[in-house]
């Protein structure tokens, strides 16, 4: 099987892997980083969404072999304020998206420290969250350096 | 499965392209798309805006972002799919991506896929289209190529330089491709012309990460205003004067699409 | 000491008679108002956990040696396995076991809906376990499905007894009524599409089965997979600590739990069977559609004096029939009341309860008729649900109902009703429309919990609940800590284990706090108590002068004030352990819960499109334990609401009775962008007849109104009757057109 390089959260993994898998199944089941979820394996809901360089971007339809750029997973942002904002706003119910919606939104502020109510539902727009927690996020982002 | 990258257009030898992956993934999964080798074509393509072009590895969230991107075209990257699809998904990757037609994506033997049924045109198909939908009644699902069509936007590939609209082609019994691109062609950049002016209006039945029930782009370009539409057809649209929705052919459950075409034609042209 | 009684429990809207083992000393309710914890804010305990993905969730359970499955689902919509040969999947690459037609429960040899599991495979990947799926020789006799519930019905192919009721003289007081509205009222078929898809993971160690499982009710799972395998109850652990939704689909273990436990015990190893998302589209379960045709008499003051549907479930293949008639019977006071339910058995998937079953559908169609029935009688819409307002259910007294406060709190948003339409232009129309409802929610018994205090003072409640995502976790710690008289961070709840605590009812139905709540306060009372003994004897006073506050050990005089901690330090090794009950319902009453939406759209009466803008709810549920979780479960449940009514549809292919909307592209679930300004207010009375607490669930009451309320908007904005759901822009221009009819023919546009 071929070989590959990540480089997760700073850290650098080298993993032997088939052409094909995807970057959210090579996290979860060879490098052991299960905080990032698969919920449609198809690129619709954005459960999956890591940074790469810093850009949200969908791991589930992301091969892994074709990755050349920083990962950043859920583990990787673990210290960020918006976990606390997110806790504080309560904008968690089954939490399944809810890593996907702090990497995303950890994308969004450090693009934009101060985003308008406009700008965090044009970005996050991609997050699905079947439980609702929608307006609660919107708290956490709008607070998320209080 | 091999995975190539190779570093020049001279390099390129069979497989199957991959740039953002958005399409090519979920299809090579769905067993809809087959391969043995895919290519990475990322380091070949060209990326970027410069002046009047664009190099069709730009991403849509680049596009969405770049203040000198005429307005409809910036307008559909916006309104197109969710944020993380626009950072991974590149302009010539938009302009290539297949129907939503479910019967289409499930696999059911229909015309696209060789048969001889349009299994739509009979049965569930209130999201499909109201032009040329004899043959195959899917619709086209970008917003981005409907803005390029009406901005009069040329195509340069590593073949050949034409027209975006001579890009598509509506399927018949001869052929089942939605497109004139040949096996191993590449998709390189794009051209615009000076646009005075341009805005893209699309309606969803849901704010935001939707694809387009009926997508207007409207473009005056050197005086004269073009207009193409989004989810009408199974191409982009372009419509040819203002009576053009009038010989629209709606099937029974997409009638309701042409109502709302003639609204956003007419506001699009307001707009213009 | 102990009593066996018998006792009715309801559980979404279906009542049985339990048998009860209840201690005496029951506890004085709580006073009114927010408490020191309880009825104050508390972020969630478990938040931290689930927010940076260190929570475990059957998805990320990965056991040594775990094989995965995959399924062999029907394509037809119905149709006979005349022959089936696994032996082409034995033989692929990774493959370790296949099974067939009655090897497992849910695995059918005459499989009626597409999807309907037929043979599993499990493999060592599960891209294995799908190749060899594919690769299983089916021969298949392909029979004649029925799709259409009126066809169903005309069959009388039901999948229960048609449902009948009548109460006083309908046909009468029809005939005698001064207005009459009929109406034909359709929703759809909605899916729950939990973000984690439905899944189980088996492991047999020894006689022991172990099933960590994405689930609604570890202990249901647990006696449901103990009978089926004929194995005692205590030979199946259930594990759920964190699962990612359920709505409802997840009361129960599923095919995919029996394919992974025969898998398992087939192969000696771990077995994961996980849905894919295509699969949860089709085969998890969902809300069924409904066809209600209607009929409501009145008086031209506005008396309703007769009610009268009939309902057609499309249930499916199977699944209960709901009481979508429920709303019609129960919320308003109408002597005069006849309906009959259908429940049609077509060859489609399975209904599985989705939040508010029955009622949510019911409350649509209902509250649209009484809507136009106040445009009818030009009486304001709020008025006439105030003129008809039930005080009792139909004889039998509420254990307590505040839907007229909820009214009062709705006041101030319906006044808005005026500068809301003034925003109308030529081509987006504003307007306000309201809807009330009626729901369960009391709970009942059994539930049971423990609590455990340590040398140090801090007190774990351990109980085999689950938390799905609802935020009950945080409100039994609450619940916990306001009756010992701690902190709430003194209080850990350990829950999600059948092996590790009491029984604990399902988490549906709303049952969760009114269920398990009551029996943790009596759990931590028990607990209180001894510790108020132990004190007593180390300070030589009475129990009655001792209490514990904010923590710490007090006697009335102020001359005692420890710290819970020092006061137990020398229990070391030590525990002081309680234990408590759920105890029985009300006798003879309804326990019930109420509310009222108000809500603000703009229509765009040339594209059809419609905008949610602002909802404003005001709910009846009793005492409120956590108001910070409370609101998230009613913001949560209109934007599903919203979900339901504008974009949310399954389709199926009328010539196959194939699902179409697999995935999520097609089926569209509200984005952030999609949300409405919600604002959220509570009655918070406790039903001071309904247990320790007081307290009913606020699961599923948000859902039930939204719909309506937004069609009643639509109407209020336009004119036009919408009278199907979801509301897509094909309906609201239908609805435009029929109404620019009705206009050019001279009746009056409504309001």
């Known amino acids: 099987m071929p070989e590959l390089t990540l480089t997760v959260n700073e850290h650098r993994y080298d993993l032997t892997a088939p052409i094909g898998m995807s970057l959210a199944q090579a996290l979860r089941e060879i490098v052991g980083l299960t905080g990032t979820k698969i919920a449609c394996n198809e690129g619709h809901c954005g459960a999956c969404t890591v940074q790469i360089d810093g850009v949200p971007t969908l791991s589930c339809i992301t091969l892994a072999h074709n990755v050349s750029g920083k990962v950043t997973t859920i583990e990787g942002l673990r210290d960020h304020p918006l976990v606390d904002a997110f806790v504080r706003a309560d904008a968690v119910q089954c939490g399944f998206c809810t890593p996907g919606q702090v990497v995303s939104a950890a994308a969004l502020v450090a693009a934009s420290p101060s985003p308008t109510i406009d700008e965090i539902r044009h970005q996050m727009a991609g997050n699905i969250c079947r439980c609702g927690t929608y307006p609660r996020i919107e708290e956490a982002i709008l607070h998320w350096r209080d | ?272 | 000491m102990a009593r066996l009684i018998r006792t009715e429990k309801e559980v979404e809207g279906r009542f049985e008679e339990v048998w009860l083992v209840v201690e005496e000393d029951p506890l004085t309710q709580w006073p009114d108002g927010p408490l020191t914890v309880v009825g104050r804010e508390a972020t969630r305990q478990d938040a931290p956990a689930r927010v940076r993905g260190e929570a475990r969730y059957t998805a990320d359970v990965q056991l040594p040696g775990m094989l995965h499955a995959a399924v062999l689902r029907s394509p037809h919509a119905y149709a006979r396995v005349k022959k089936i040969d696994l032996a082409p999947a034995l033989a692929l690459p990774g493959v370790h076991a296949a099974i067939g037609p009655g090897d497992a429960k849910g695995l059918e040899d005459e499989p009626g809906f597409n999807g309907a599991a037929v043979a599993a495979v499990a493999a060592d990947t599960f891209a294995q376990a799908r190749r060899a799926v594919e690769a299983i020789a089916v021969e298949w006799e392909e029979l004649e499905p029925v799709l259409d519930p009126d066809e169903a019905v005309r069959r009388e192919q039901f999948t229960a007894p048609s449902s009948r009721y009548e109460r006083g003289n309908y046909e009468q007081a029809l005939a005698s009524a001064d207005v009459v509205i009929e109406g034909t009222y359709r929703t759809s078929v909605v899916l729950h599409n939990s973000m984690e898809t439905h899944q189980a993971v088996c492991e047999w160690v020894g006689d022991i089965l172990n099933v960590y499982i994405s689930t609604q009710y570890i202990w249901g799972v647990r006696s449901a997979v103990a009978a089926e395998l004929g194995i005692p109850g205590d030979k199946v652990r259930v594990v759920c600590e964190f699962m990612g939704g359920g709505f409802g689909s997840k009361n129960d273990p599923g095919e995919y739990t029996f394919i992974a436990a025969e898998l398992a015990k087939r192969t000696g190893r771990p077995v994961r069977c996980a849905l894919t998302r295509r699969e949860e589209n089709t085969a998890a379960g969902n809300r069924n559609r409904t066809i209600q045709r209607l009929t409501v008499g009145a008086r031209s003051d506005g008396t309703i004096v007769a009610l009268g549907g009939e309902f057609v479930n499309g249930v499916g293949w199977s699944g209960w029939s709901a009481m979508t008639e429920g709303p019609m019977q129960m919320l308003y006071s109408c002597d005069n009341v006849r309906t009959v339910r259908h429940g049609a058995k077509i060859n489609l998937p399975p209904m599985k309860a989705f939040r508010a079953p029955g009622f949510v559908e019911g409350t649509f169609g209902l509250e649209c008729l009484i809507d136009e029935l106040a445009a009818k009688l030009e009486l304001d819409p709020l008025e006439l649900r105030r003129r008809n307002y039930a005080d009792s259910n139909d004889g039998k007294p509420y254990s307590s109902k505040n839907l007229m406060e909820c009214y009062e709190l709705a006041q101030k948003h319906w006044e808005r009703r005026d500068e809301v339409r003034a925003r109308s232009t030529d081509t987006v129309k504003h307007g306000v429309g309201m809807a009330s409802q009626i729901w369960y929610g009391g709970g009942g018994p059994p539930s049971y919990a423990w609590t455990r205090v340590g040398s140090d003072g801090r007190i774990t409640v351990v109980t085999a609940m689950q938390d799905i995502g609802t935020g009950t976790r945080t409100a039994m710690a609450q619940i916990a800590a306001e009756e010992l008289g701690v902190p709430l961070d003194r209080v850990e709840v350990v829950l999600g284990d059948s092996a590790r605590g009491p029984y604990a009812t399902l988490s549906a139905g709303s049952s969760t706090t009114p269920s398990v709540g009551p029996a943790v306060r009596a759990a931590a009372a028990d607990a209180k108590r001894q510790i108020i003994e132990i004190a007593a004897q180390r300070y030589d006073l009475e129990e009655r002068v001792l209490d514990i506050k904010d923590g710490v050990v007090v006697s009335q005089d102020g001359n005692v004030s420890t710290q819970l901690a020092d006061l137990l330090e020398i229990l070391e090794n030590s525990q002081i352990l309680g234990k408590g009950g759920r105890g029985p319902n009300p006798t003879g009453m309804s326990v019930l819960t109420f509310g009222v939406q108000v809500v603000e759209v703009a229509v765009d009466i040339e594209t059809g499109e419609v905008r949610v803008e602002r909802v404003a709810a005001a709910h009846d549920v009793g005492r409120i334990v956590n108001p910070l979780g409370a609101r998230s479960q009613v913001e949560g449940g209109i934007i599903q609401g919203v979900g339901h009514t504008l974009s949310e549809q399954r389709l199926h292919d009328p010539e196959t009775g194939r699902i179409l909307t697999t995935s999520l592209d097609a089926y569209r679930m509200p984005t952030i962008a999609d949300v409405p300004e919600i604002v959220c207010e509570f009655v918070d009375k406790p039903d001071e007849h309904l247990t320790n607490l007081g307290s009913k669930g606020i699961g599923e009451p948000p859902i039930i109104p939204l719909a309506a309320a937004v069609a009643n908007a639509i109407r209020d904005a336009t004119g036009a009757d919408v009278h199907e759901l979801p509301i897509t822009r094909e309906e609201m221009l239908r609805a435009l057109g029929a109404a620019k009819q009705k206009e050019r023919r001279g009746a009056p546009a409504a309001v």
Not at chain 2, 146 to 164: F, K
Request: net charge neutral.
């Open chain 2, 1 to 272: 499965m091999e995975l190539l990258r190779p570093s020049s257009v001279a390099e390129l030898d069979g497989g199957l392209p991959i740039h953002g992956g958005t399409e090519v993934v979920p299809l090579l999964r769905d067993g809809i798309l087959h391969a043995d080798k895919l290519v990475d074509v990322r380091g070949i393509v060209p990326s970027g805006v410069r002046g009047d072009r664009i190099g069709a590895g730009t991403t849509l969230a680049e596009l969405e972002a770049d203040a000198t991107v005429p307005e409809a075209l910036r307008e559909a990257c916006r309104l197109a799919a969710s944020p993380q699809l626009r950072n991974m998904g590149s302009v010539g990757g938009n302009l290539l991506q297949s129907t939503r037609c479910w019967y289409w994506r499930l696999k059911y033997p229909c015309r696209l896929h060789g048969g001889d049924r349009c299994h739509a045109r009979e049965g569930e198909h209130r999201e499909h289209a109201i032009f040329a939908n004899d043959f195959c009644a899917s619709a086209h699902p970008s917003d981005v190529a409907a803005a390029l069509l009406a901005l009069d936007a040329r195509l340069h590939t590593t073949r050949r330089e034409l027209p975006l609209a001579d890009l598509y082609r509506l399927p018949n019994e001869a052929s089942r491709e939605l497109t004139t691109l040949e096996p191993g062609e590449l998709l390189l950049e794009l051209a615009l012309p000076a646009v005075e002016s341009s805005v893209y209006l699309k309606a969803m039945d849901r704010q935001r990460w939707s694809f387009p029930q009926v997508g207007v782009a409207a473009a005056r370009v050197a005086g004269e205003v073009r207009v193409a539409l989004a989810g009408v057809a199974p191409v982009p649209w372009l419509l040819d004067g203002p009576g053009a929705l009038d010989a629209a052919t709606p099937l029974p459950r997409t009638a309701w699409k042409v109502d709302v075409a003639r609204a956003l034609v007419r506001r699009a042209l307001d707009r213009v």
